[in-house]
């Protein structure tokens, strides 16, 4: 029984490193800019990936929650130019 539980929590990532994971694999998912990070609220803490172009949503949030089903991952669609405002074009 022991060794099932820490086999368990070996294949359980920490929030910290899916984030890190989702961070370099989103230039392949959008061109646009884009931002992820840790945030909670009532129900614990979640990922939340901001992304200002908006079409890239929906592929966004399918590949990174199939991928990382353990946790609770929010598209947040931002106005174009709000994650670098320099870079406004």
């Known amino acids: 029984m022991i060794l099932k539980k820490s086999k368990m929590k070996a294949k359980t990532m920490r ?3 899916v984030v890190e994971l989702i961070r370099v ?3 392949d998912h959008t061109d646009a800019a ?3 990070k840790i945030e909670s ?3 614990g ?5 901001f992304i200002e172009n908006h079409s890239d949503g929906q592929d ?3 590949a990174f929650s199939n991928r990382f089903s353990d946790q609770r991952v929010i ?3 931002v106005p174009s130019g709000s994650i670098h405002p320099d870079n406004r074009e």
């Open 15 to 17: 929030i910290k490193d």
């Open 25 to 27: 694999d989103m230039p």
């Open 34 to 36: 884009f931002n992820v």
């Open 41 to 43: 609220d009532d129900g």
């Open 45 to 49: 803490a979640h990922i939340v990936i």
């Open 60 to 62: 966004v949030l399918r």
């Open 75 to 77: 598209i947040m669609l």
